[in-house]
């Protein structure tokens, strides 16, 4: 055996194996996890790129609209380009916000409310993992799929995207710097954000149907600000993703210190 | 010299919902298996959540294998294995998934985990279910897999929380086997939490019994009954009533009380079974026919009515040996 540490990785390693594997074979959670995804961030670009092709449709009504010199990386385009850069170099952006942060959070209620669904709970309490330990795990196991998801989705977006402008730009338009930005540091920071809220409402939540009702009605309309804002994120200059960015990671880090502190056996038993 | 397996003193824990535990005194000798008895709500599993530290407990100290269980509950956890009364089995994973993942919470290799789970399902009548997904299988077969899961890691103290809940007959009796084979090996001490008195009267060498969160009672069956009853009931057929005589005369044994006649001899009450032999000695000497003596021992089920109804009662003097 093993001489115990302060945090056993091969520890939490093999509870994060597990849960993972878990989600594998659990219909009710991997299909949403993946059917939301692959609607976001590939068939609604797609079709939505396909649209935006007709040479007809203009976008200055819609430039008009945005405030300050906002519009004009747009208005610099040719005619022809604006409408298929606007929709899928911009609009399509608050998916990558919205979808790790749902994945996280469904995955988060599956993870902490579903091992009182399975009665599971209790036989880990009464393993000599630390209770560190099992924060870590339940943290990973949601939030490593969320953030694969949100990458795997924006390569497979970037294929997409690229490939149903190319007869109209004749040239890779996706990723741009502030695209990388914000998949690689605003993405993972709602991810964050999504667990930080689900690991408490979890908590308190006696089942995953609770969970994900109480977790609703905060991840909702933190979705509904990320549909509002985030496409402003790829106007901005590059500091204000970064400011936004850490503005979230700072709100989720809080939540998920705080959740780390509640997260004991005695307040978990005490609610079995 | 043996610290014994289990000692608290005043250990009480509450909930929102009311006390669950209240001044909990407790001594279990290292091997020994003891039954905690009471009905649903007791405060069996809160008992073995404190005693195993998952719990805290809001008053009182608890040793256990000569730790702390709150302030060293990894170390006590690392010694003790728990049956909960929920079989707590992943049902998504396989029998031998479940019971590697448990090894590998424990400490051992993956490779390590499979021979002792391998080990233990065939052990106990689960080798051809090693690979099967646990969603298919009786309350029976989880008991048995989740059985497994707690010896995975051979532990100094089992607890078994309400080990035969669910099962059939023929189940339980395999069960109740399988603990009284596993408290005869290796000397390991056991906590059996039940509310199911035949079993624990099979397994048991001592009785806890709780009742709304208080302890009741303590001891051996029988050691619990002297309390109770003070004395024990001896009935000696002497094949017809005895006579006047007869009955001043085993008056006259020291230790014999409530000496008299029944339709078929005599019956008195001692507290020792000396008494007893004395009492047939004296019988034969005075040259009486002594055709069977029969001292009524009380069972575990007459201990644990009659500690229910003192507590019922009101009566909360706890009954200790």
Redesign the interface.
Known sequence: ??A?RTV?L??VR??TR?DL??VR??PAVIIPILVLPLFLLVLLPLSIGIAARNPDMSVDRYLDLLPGRLADPIEALPDSERLIVLVLGYLIAPMFLIVPLMVSAVLAADSFAGEKD?????????????DRELYLAKLASAFVPALLVSWVGFAVFAVVANLVGWGILHRVFVPTGRWLVLILWVSPASAALGLGIMVRVSMRARNTQEAQQLGGAVVVPLTVLAVAQASYLLLYPVAVSLGVGLAVWLVAIALNARGAALFT??RM??RL | MDVGAISSRGLSRA?ASGPALVDLDLDVGSGQVLALLGPNGAGKTTTV?LL?????PDAGTATVLGLDPWAD???V??R?G?L?E????????TAMENLV??A?????SADEGRRRAGDLLERLGMGDRVDTVVQGFSTGQRKRV?LA?ALLHEPDLLFLDEPTSGLDPSATKGVVEMIADLAREHGRTVVLCTHFLGEAGRLADRMAVLFHGRLQAEGTPAEIARRLWGTRRTEVDLGHAATPEVVALLARVPGSEAVEATDTGIAFEADERAVVADAVATLVGSGRAVFGVHTHEPTLEDVYFAVEARALRGDDAEVTA
């Open positions: 055996m093993r115990p056993d091969d520890v093999a509870l597990h594997t878990a074979r659990s399975r009665r599971t709970l209790e036989t880990l309490l009464h393993s000599p993992v630390r056996r005695d038993a005490s | 909930f959540r195993n530290g998952i719990l805290r509950g990894e170390a956890r690392r003790t728990v909960t929920q079989a707590g089995l992943d049902e998504r994973f993942l448990a590998r919470l424990r400490g051992f989740a899961r």
